[in-house]
């Protein structure tokens, strides 16, 4: 066993050109290019920075569905198509700052636009020393999938407040070729798994435009001109799961929303959590005050009411770690309005791990 | 019962009921044989009562459960099952104590056995995954990839076989578990081909606008593959008895 993963390790460094001594079988190092977070850190980079096309599983629930996804930066600009293949027939298509939200089985576009570009790979979440308190990242020595030489990378998380992956990547391109979602005893609850998928330096526009017709629809976009104002209530939490950290909260429009949304986000390093407080609404029953909580594949969602205004946590982890973030939310004090500025962005020193993409603008 | 968690009466019952009832025997010793599988425990029987040598690696002994199964399935073929889970002779006059060593031996947390008879029950439920993936895959993807490699465009992925590290030569096995791994990586725990099934929670509320703007607006601070993660399952949502709910008049609240 031993041999076999000196071995192994021994033809990864030969590849990658370090000829390292592995004379000891007993104590591998592990070069920094060759860590597990080194090759999650390429993974993500791949994802956002490459042109690729491809076809994957989305499989959750006992149920599998078909997708296609299409990825395309071209002079800085991020397109990207996401499309239901079977099934609902939906589509996202990012252009830039904007995704158009294409429901066919709602009759409804949602457009969802982001107050402005920010730099493209600034919100990757990065492994840092402290993620390494809260996960185990681990890689297996090199194997085969579906044809191709790949690692798998495993996230473990060390407590029941997050969800680990366990991540095959492809070892000339760090395309990620499957994803698996896992809670923290190890059961897959979400898998991808791509079918096909080619990189290739040119996809045309026309790749990228729906291929349904929205003739019907409605069409919700939030007005992104007007201005937000400014927050009235700064909102804080009480308590946080173990290595969770505030990284920005500020307003922001919702598409097809009056009022605009306070937004906070909450980080571990990996998996993130976002807060949404609603201003407090006319004709709220008391039953809907009790709040309640939603499943959406990997997504968790917990609503809640605190002091009239509804509560929202949302993020790819446990119910129960957005249940608790969402019970924990407070008003943290009264602004004077008008506010100097709709976003309270934390300094930077208090944001090691996840710099959200457009340094929280909103 | 497979955990102790099962008070002593209710474990005489099922046992009783066991000991008569040869398709539960042969499904709770599948059970049994799964979760041992799973949890890469030597199997007490390496041979099995029809006569075959199970393998050595996971896929064998994947493989070997699943030409059981279909032997269980074609008849008498829970008696083998049980046979090759138990490591026992389990006739239908099999004693109590047949069982009992067995139950004791395995001792098999409550969460695999749990995890094992929900997705069972989900196969029988909804569609079953690995054989959809068997069978969407193969014709469609040749053709992609016929296309994409007269263009000159890197293929990653090359279909139709979803039936990553297994053993060529087995598609018996890969219909039936297309995605189970059968390469043991040193510490790392070997990983399953099926997805837990949750408690479906899903309302009609559940994609409502409020809560799709919710969840898109996350993904903008997720890493990319969260973020993936999440619209596809925004994407792939069922639509099924959703009302088409205006924006703001549907509560996230609601959703339960």
Redesign the interface.
């Known amino acids: 066993m031993l041999r076999q993963a000196a071995a192994g390790v021994l033809s990864i460094c030969g590849l990658l050109g370090t000829a390292a001594a592995l004379a000891d079988e007993a104590a591998v190092p592990v070069t920094p290019r060759d860590s597990p977070r080194a090759w999650l850190q390429r993974m993500n980079e791949a994802l956002t920075s490459r042109n690729y096309d491809g076809t994957f599983f989305h499989v959750r629930d006992g149920r599998v569905e078909t997708l296609r996804i299409i990825h395309r930066v071209h002079d800085g600009e991020v397109r990207e198509r996401l499309v239901s293949l079977d099934g609902s027939g939906r589509e996202f298509i990012r252009q830039g700052a904007e995704l158009v939200c294409y429901l066919p089985d709602q009759q409804m576009v949602l457009v969802e636009r982001r107050a402005e570009d920010g730099p493209l790979l600034g919100n990757l979440p990065r492994f840092d020393d402290g993620t390494a308190e809260l996960y185990d990242f681990r890689s297996a020595e090199p194997l085969r999938f579906n044809g191709r030489d790949a690692r798998l990378i495993s996230v473990t998380p060390r407590d029941a407040f997050r969800y680990g992956y366990r991540i095959w990547i492809d070892e000339r391109t760090a395309m990620p070729l499957k994803t698996q979602l896992c809670d923290d005893r190890g059961r897959v609850i979400e898998q991808i798994v791509f079918s096909s998928l080619a990189l290739s330096s040119v996809i045309p526009d026309s790749a990228f435009l729906p291929e349904l017709s929205t003739e019907g629809f409605q069409w919700l976009r939030q007005d992104s001109r007007s201005p937000v104002g400014a927050a009235t209530v700064a909102w804080g939490a009480l308590r946080l799961p173990p290595g969770f950290r505030m990284l920005s909260q500020g307003l922001q429009r919702m598409p097809g929303a009056t009022q605009p949304v306070a937004h906070l986000v909450f980080s571990d390093g990996v998996a993130s959590v976002s807060v949404f407080v609603e201003s407090p609404r006319q004709g709220v029953s008391a039953e809907e005050r009790r709040g309640g909580a939603a499943n959406l594949g990997s997504s968790a969602a917990y609503s809640t009411f605190v002091d009239g205004y509804q509560v929202t946590a949302v993020g790819e982890v446990p119910a129960k770690t957005v249940r608790f973030i969402a019970g924990q939310v407070r008003a943290a004090r009264s602004r004077p309005s008008p506010g100097p500025a709709p976003v309270t962005p934390l300094p930077s020193a208090q944001v090691p791990a996840f710099v959200p993409r457009d340094g929280g603008r909103r | 019962m497979f955990d102790s968690e099962l008070p002593d009466a209710e474990c005489e019952l099922v046992a009783r009921r066991l000991a008569r009832d040869d398709q539960l025997k042969g499904q709770w010793s599948r059970y049994a044989l799964i979760g041992a599988v799973i949890r890469e425990e030597p199997l007490r029987a390496r041979r099995s009562a029809a006569g075959i040598m199970v393998g050595s690696g996971v896929a064998g002994r994947v493989a070997q459960t699943l030409e059981l199964d279909e032997a269980a399935a074609a008849g008498e073929g829970g008696r083998v099952a049980g046979s090759a889970a138990a490591g026992q002779r389990s006739g239908a006059g099999g004693s109590l104590a047949h069982w009992a060593r067995p139950v004791a031996g395995l001792g098999i947390a409550a969460?695999v056995a749990a995890?094992s008879i929900l997705w069972l029950q989900?196969?029988t439920?909804?569609?079953?995954?690995s054989s959809?993936?068997a069978s969407?895959?193969v014709p469609?993807?040749g053709r992609?990839?016929g296309a994409?490699a007269s263009?000159g465009?890197?293929?990653?992925?090359?279909?139709?076989?979803?039936v990553?590290?297994r053993a060529p030569g087995d598609p018996g096995a890969s219909v039936g578990r297309s995605?189970e791994q059968s390469?043991a990586?040193?510490?790392?725990?070997e990983?399953?081909s099926?997805?837990?099934?949750?408690p479906?929670?899903?309302?009609p509320?559940?994609?409502t606008?409020?809560?799709?703007?919710?969840?898109?607006?996350?993904s903008?601070?997720?890493?990319?593959?969260?973020r993936?993660?999440?619209?596809?399952?925004?994407?792939?949502?069922?639509?099924a008895g959703?009302p088409?709910?205006?924006?703001?008049s549907a509560?996230?609240?609601?959703?339960?």
């Open positions: 969460g995890l989900s196969r439920q909804t569609l079953d995954p959809a993936l969407t895959v469609a993807d992609v990839l994409a263009a465009v890197e293929i990653v992925v090359a279909p139709p076989s979803l990553d590290a995605g390469s990586a040193g510490s790392m725990r990983p399953r099926y997805v837990v099934p949750m479906s929670k899903q309302t509320a559940l994609t606008p409020q809560l799709a703007n919710y969840v898109v607006a996350h903008e601070y997720s890493g990319p593959m969260a993936r993660s999440t619209l596809s399952a925004l994407v792939a949502a069922d639509s959703e088409a709910a205006a924006a703001g509560a996230a609240a609601d959703v339960r």
